[in-house]
């Protein structure tokens, strides 16, 4: 997964809401007057840990979040848009269930002006750790808050997979600049335990997987809101499941069959979700513990 995030650049620089994205560090922040700017936006935040995988054995950190007029729906995973280009649907609602999906159309950022550049931060923090996803912009246009290595953005904004503790608690911070007065939410942010996948054996890269079985998935029971499983081929079309977390689930071969033959990615996340409303209205944050298995879809 690592080798991914690297393969793929993510836009920044320029300013938002009259901060330096090189002066991104929210501790630095201060409080803004007033409430003003859109009262009817909603944001995304996600906050993923990607456990080593077969191409890495490294740990990497996703932090990304954004806020837009209307909010940013259909999505649980903003980073996955921001940093991978990849526009994941969200889950099915119902638990243990399966969906197929379409190959997905390019996320639709839509307006520039849609985007709501607040302070120059979020932060979530558990004592002595801290993660911050920092603003910046996307094609000099679209303002997001990532934690991103650059040489615009402040030291402290680059992500550090350290910074995610496993069933931990985390206060979370929003520095509103001109667009509301900072927010504090203490211990409302909850990450869930690692996930660790026993079957199919994901340490294997190319790992053949035969469309014409059922597919077990078995993996640690937790106690995660859900376990999102997908597959999907090089063209990216796709088989998601929204699995209770209890240790196993079964995607039919039925819709395996929707998938084509040859390369393609088995993802098995848990997840914990929460809302949280600013000024301006609900974020939703997202933390996950998320492995990458590198398949060969094939027909026996």
Excluded at 7 to 16: D, Q, S, Y
Excluded at 39 to 51: D, K, P, R, V, W
Excluded at 221 to 230: K, L, T
Aim: a negative charge; glycine letters at 12%.
């Amino acid at each position: 997964m690592v080798a991914a995030l690297l393969l793929v650049p993510a836009g920044c620089g320029g300013t938002g809401g009259g901060t330096q994205t090189d002066t991104g560090t929210a501790g630095t922040a201060t409080a803004a007057s007033g409430t003003g700017g859109n009262q009817n936006a909603g944001g995304l935040l996600t906050f993923t840990y990607y456990e080593p995988d077969a191409l890495d054995p490294n740990p990497a950190l996703g932090l990304a979040g954004g806020l837009r007029t209307g909010g940013v729906n259909g999505l649980v995973d903003f980073f996955a848009v921001y940093a991978l280009q990849l526009t994941f649907p969200s889950p099915p609602a119902d638990p243990d269930t399966v969906e197929e999906n379409e190959i997905p159309v390019p996320f639709d950022w839509g307006a520039p002006a849609d985007w709501v550049a607040a302070g120059n931060a979020m932060k979530l923090e558990a004592g002595d750790l801290s993660a911050l996803a920092c603003l910046l912009r996307v094609d000099d246009d679209y303002p997001v808050y990532a934690a991103e290595k650059s040489d615009l953005l402040d030291p402290a904004c680059a992500p550090d997979p350290a910074a995610f503790a496993p069933q931990t608690t985390y206060d979370l911070l929003v520095y509103g600049g001109d667009a509301f007065d900072d927010v504090r939410f203490d211990g409302v942010v909850v990450t869930p335990e690692h996930i660790e996948v026993a079957a199919p054996d994901l340490s294997v890269f190319d790992l053949p997987l035969d469309k014409t079985q059922d597919l077990s998935v078995t993996w640690t029971a937790g106690a995660g809101d859900r376990v999102v499983i997908r597959v999907w081929d090089q063209y990216g079309r796709m088989v998601t499941a929204h699995a209770t977390d209890d240790g196993s689930f079964a995607i039919p071969a039925q819709n395996l069959a929707a998938l084509a033959d040859g390369p393609g990615y088995l993802t098995v996340a848990r997840e914990m979700a929460a809302t949280v409303t600013l000024p301006i209205g609900p974020l939703d944050v997202v933390t996950r513990t998320e492995i990458w298995g590198y398949v060969d879809l094939f027909e026996r």
